[in-house]
T-cell receptor
Framework: NAGVTQTPKFQVLKTGQSMTLQCAQDMNHEYMSWYRQDPGMGLRLIHY???????DQGEVPNGYNVSRSTTEDFPLRLLSAAPSQTSVYFC?????????????FGAGSRLTVL | KQEVTQIPAALSVPEGENLVLNCSFTDSAIYNLQWFRQDPGKGLTSLLL?????REQTSGRLNASLDKSSGRSTLYIAASQPGDSATYLC?????????FGTGTRLKVLA
């Protein structure tokens, strides 16, 4: 199994550009989420989804959109990139409520906004 | 606001020492407590998960305990090795949402 796959691994954007970070999992996990990791700030939750068609905001949702049309995919859209969105983004998935509720992470996407 | 705190923020020890990393959380109504390892420039790897009904979990040289009443979890690393050098993060979860601590950067000196 591939687990959680994120693309791209690296991206450089100019201020105002838009882009989508892709996340796919092949474990049939209900729960998917996006985090950003900044030095000294730890991981902060951006958006999460508890199933296809259901999304909700996390701690730092401004400037980001998500959708969950399938169980497998959970893309993160940056609408108009800003330098403050320079960060490393992680997608993670799990199956809440089961005994094996292990949060599984992708390898990360490093985004630089100039 | 639910918070997770990890102490110490950084730790440097000689090889062979036994270590204790601490994680405290403000909301005792947790579902799970999970410990992760992150190597520089890499993603997070799950080490141990403790469900709310459990008190501890063990994997090899690692042992994690959970005390919900005091809002604390500890990660015990026995006989540390240079390969254990990494950042260790704990995360508490409610039903769906995980809240992370800022991590402990561990360096084990050969």
């Amino acid at each position: 199994n591939a687990g959680v796959t994120q693309t791209p691994k690296f991206q450089v954007l100019k201020t105002g550009q838009s882009m989508t970070l892709q996340c796919a999992q092949d474990m049939n996990h209900e729960y998917m989420s996006w985090y950003r990791q900044d030095p000294g700030m730890g991981l902060r939750l951006i958006h999460y989804s508890v199933g296809a068609g259901i999304t909700d905001q996390g701690e730092v949702p401004n400037g980001y959109n998500v959708s969950r049309s399938t169980t497998e995919d959970f893309p993160l859209r940056l609408l108009s990139a800003a330098p403050s969105q320079t960060s490393v983004y992680f997608c993670a998935s799990s199956t809440p409520g089961s005994g094996a509720n292990v949060l599984t992470f992708g390898a990360g996407s490093r985004l630089t906004v100039l | 606001k639910q918070e997770v705190t990890q102490i110490p923020a950084a730790l440097s020890v000689p090889e062979g020492e036994n270590l204790v990393l601490n994680c405290s959380f403000t909301d005792s109504a947790i579902y799970n407590l999970q410990w992760f390892r992150q190597d520089p420039g890499k993603g997070l790897t799950s080490l141990l998960l403790i469900q709310s009904s459990q008190r501890e979990q063990t994997s090899g040289r690692l042992n994690a305990s959970l005390d919900k009443s005091s809002g604390r979890s500890t990660l015990y690393i026995a006989a540390s090795q240079p390969g254990d050098s990494a950042t260790y993060l704990c995360a508490r979860s409610g039903t769906y949402k995980y809240i992370f601590g800022t991590g402990t950067r561990l360096k084990v000196l050969a």
